[in-house]
DNA sequence: TTGGAAAGTCAACAAGGCTGACATAAACTG
DNA sequence: CAGTTTATGTCAGCCTTGTTGACTTTCCAA
């Protein structure tokens, strides 16, 4: 059944190139679109009880994963203007949840920490997003997340897929 | 679950659940957020240059697979307001790339077509959005394309999953 | 010492979400 | 038939989050 379900019965040989018809990537890109929606909305009702959006989640989440990364650094993971990320940075060190300090080796750069309160709506957050993210593997199986995994690597850009690689390695 | 035990090999045992570590999930979590910003860069440029934007992009699509779709079908397979789909679907239609015709059995009821322009355009979105896809799918091979859909499909609100199960079955 | 990098800030704007209120036409219901 | 509900459209106003451009301050490095 799980065989016939997935193939079709037929056997994923050399010459079997039907994953690749125009149908099948159809249904990959709509379901990329049906799942990010949920993949956000745990998240997303969190924080508009707070009164933050996705973007403070973006900061929350990069900077929890690379502590003492710097404004540079985190825009370019981002991919936004630091306009844009400095108005979300703003709000939250004023609300005291990230943290600036200044760089010791160079002073020019500042280096982004979480304050505990900070730590504290990072780790409610991305509880809430593991959470589905936990269920969704344990249903589809090992063997699907590592598919899963392999094919969104493949769908990033290469420069992004490189800060993805570095994350991997982060402690 | 039984089943992909038998065809894996890999029993989900009580000690292989190693793909279920926060680590694992976070992982995870990060692949769909770097994957999505490349997901949506190729259409994200051609509208640019025509100022459209991925609502546009949205709305051409969803009409595309759904030929005379009404209004309200399409606001609940976006999930935003009317006042929002409105705002997109007339400048579509003042662009004359979609058309709405008055339904016959009830008159209330409006129904969404593209025409040939909104076709066209429709077309180059999609194919540059494939052709990202097309080469993450076979650099990825088949088993993992398997285990990608099924991983989303996971993720994906109840309510949207059906949508989505809809689409599959659709001319 | 000076050029340029890093960071921050101000202003203005746009897309695309949202709410609330209201209008119209058509269908449905008692 | 009168009243209600449904489907759609529209106006006004708000918010978040993205953008560009201009400008300043700090301060490293050649």
Do not use: C, W
Not at 72 to 86: A, F, P, R, W
């Amino acid at each position: 059944m799980a065989e016939s379900g997935l193939t079709s019965g037929t056997r994923p040989g050399a010459e079997n190139l039907l994953f690749l018809t125009d149908d099948q990537l159809r249904r990959g890109i709509e379901a990329m679109f049906f799942a990010y929606r949920g993949f956000t909305a745990d998240p997303d009702r969190i924080l508009a009880e707070k009164s933050y959006g996705r973007a403070h989640h973006r900061a929350l989440h990069f900077i929890h994963r690379s502590p003492a990364t710097t404004v540079n650094n985190l825009l370019d993971i981002l991919g936004v203007t630091k306009q844009s990320l400095n108005r979300v940075l703003r709000t939250l060190i004023d609300d005291g949840l990230v943290e600036s300090k200044v760089g010791q080796k160079d002073r020019r750069e500042r280096h982004l920490f979480l304050t505990d309160a900070g730590r504290d709506l990072e780790r409610v957050l991305s509880e809430a997003q593991r959470k589905r993210m936990r269920a969704a593997y344990r249903e589809a199986g090992p063997e699907a997340v590592a598919g899963f995994q392999q094919v969104l690597q493949q769908i990033m850009d290469p420069r992004l897929r490189e800060h993805f690689e570095q994350l991997k390695d982060a402690p």
